[in-house]
């Protein structure tokens, strides 16, 4: 993001906050739920209309949806931290691979081609997999693949820490998972997983990935898993688990929501529509009444 985009937002937010100290507005009751959600609830009125702090508000995040999904990941700076983490088994240096997209362009109007590993990339893994020397066998039990998606700012922001809780809550299990060393993929898509995770020779991938921005949510990380990656699986096949952040699902939550998947998945081999997430049944949502409340006992 340039200095000019940065000035434009710092003025926004001045102007936000003047506004709420300064302006004649109206204010709605429902504007104390707010503090429950990030939803656009209670916003008041000026008059008739808006107040300008709720328009500037929404410009401002309009802004910083586009501008994640068209800022570039910095790919250097993101394998130096995934190098860092001490948690891996075998710590080396990240993989780096692209689709076959060419251009920011390209990536948005061929989904297609955002789904598939560019003759390079295969190149590389399979270069890594014949220096291992069992290329032709089943080497890791997992492959993680950090892909930039829609948003690079999820992917920048919470891939590192994302891994650093998962990789702590799969120590703690003393599982011995064997962990291929993390691919980063440019221009990617959820499926280009696949193909990583069939060429690595993996049981399981994990794609982490950044999200389409919401209007509140521009650095939502999304994974997904998938049992025997092979090129041509749909998504009925995979696990999701969406909006990891600091401002929606915490990552000691979503590493063990991925922790009871993984383990479920090695254990029944699959994952997709018949691996449920069981981690949330003992909410009281979905605990059932045995006997009607107004029957007293």
Not at 91 to 110: E, G
Not at 163 to 183: F, K, V, Y
């Amino acid at each position: 993001m340039d200095s000019n985009c940065v000035d434009k937002q710092n003025n926004l937010v001045d102007s936000i906050q003047s506004h709420h100290q300064h302006g004649n507005v109206v204010s709605n009751p429902w504007r104390d739920l707010r503090r429950f959600t990030d939803a656009r609830i209670g916003l008041g009125r000026a008059g008739i209309s808006l107040p300008t702090s709720e328009l500037l508000a929404f410009q401002l995040s309009h802004a910083q949806a586009r501008d994640a999904v068209n800022l570039p990941l910095n790919i250097d700076a993101l394998a130096i931290d995934l190098s860092n983490i001490l948690l891996l088994d075998n710590v080396t240096y990240p993989i780096r691979v692209n689709s076959q997209v060419d251009d920011r362009i390209t990536y948005l109007q061929r989904p297609d081609l955002g789904r598939k590993l560019a003759e390079s990339g295969r190149k590389t893994l399979l270069h890594h997999m014949n220096s291992q020397g069992q290329a032709a066998d089943t080497q890791y039990d997992l492959a993680i693949v950090v892909v930039d998606g829609l948003s690079s700012l999820a992917v920048q922001n919470n891939a590192k820490p994302f891994i650093n809780e998962l990789l702590s809550q799969l120590h703690q299990q003393h599982s011995g998972w064997n962990i291929a060393p993390i691919t980063i993929v440019e221009q990617g898509r959820v499926a280009i997983g696949d193909d990583i995770g069939q060429l690595l020779n993996a049981q399981v991938v994990m794609v982490l990935i950044g999200e389409r921005p919401g209007l509140s949510s521009p650095d939502s990380l999304g994974l997904y898993l998938t049992w025997a990656p092979k090129t041509g699986l749909n998504d009925a096949c995979r696990n999701c688990i969406s909006n990891i952040r600091p401002a929606g699902l915490p990552y000691t939550e979503a590493a063990k929501r991925a922790v009871y998947l993984l383990t479920q998945a090695k254990k029944l081999k699959l994952t997709g529509v018949n691996l449920k997430d069981r981690t949330q049944d003992d909410v009281i949502e979905h605990q059932q009444q045995t006997q009607n409340f107004l029957i007293a006992e």
